[in-house]
């Protein structure tokens, strides 16, 4: 049985799987052990938080999500245009511009060139708006997509928190910190009244918060919560399609190759 867009949501399946992936890596960070360290350093507990090669992984994998939830749109619109009579080429590609006017001029390029009807050039500039005021989640990943292209995604570390830390004082008793938070490299003070000569008894669980970094459209933003949305639509845009192609003589909006613009 033949299933219309198969391989386009097989690439998202596989961009979830990065965002799996990467869900692991900051939520396991305390299995990176060049991320960060902790110490006894006289009265201070002395963190220390090396940021780059952590943050580098994590863009490695924004990267491959986003660049997977691309090309599933673009396999999408390649589909489409075969199911409309039409012939894909190497320019054929899914419509995101940042206006609906840029959009239309793209849709009506198609069409004139007979790759997709009238039906579907209405259906994607007035249903899907793959624009910014339109569709902002389709319009951040063309965008972010783009710049990963030139450069790699280094998100922001806006914070860490370390978890159940506990040291062992001179007297042997065990002082617990139950949450410590940092963003850099820094000296926390050791209440005297605790004792001195501390020693780490355990260096407890780590969380980290990664967002998107300025300039980007998801700017602040949390990357996993960012990407499941842009994941999410997707899905919705593939699903949207489908009823247009119900079945291999379908005569919904797909119809034959139209012949003129309107």
Known sequence: MYHVFHQSRAKVEWAKKHIRD??????????????????VREDNLHV?????AFAEQVALF?????????????????EVVNLCGGKDDRWTHFPI???????????????????????VRDFVSDTIKPYKAGNFSLWALHQLNMMDKHQLLIPTIDAVCFLNVSLRNEKDEIIRHPIIFADESCDIPLARQNGRQF?????????????????TPYAGERVLVSLKAITEEVSRTIEAFEPLFAGAHSASLAGTPCRETR
């Open 97 to 119: 511009c940042d206006t609906r006017e840029k959009v239309c001029v793209r849709l009506n390029k198609t069409l004139k060139e007979r790759q997709i009807t009238v039906g």
């Open 48 to 52: 220390a938080i090396q940021k780059g």
């Open 22 to 39: 990467l869900h692991a890596l900051i939520y396991d960070a305390t299995a990176q052990p060049h991320f960060y360290s902790l110490s």
């Open 199 to 215: 020693k780490l008894e355990n260096q407890g669980t780590v969380q980290v918060v990664v967002a998107f970094n300025l300039g």
């Open 62 to 78: 924004i990267g491959d999500a986003l660049h997977n939830l691309r090309s599933s749109l673009d396999i999408l619109f390649c």
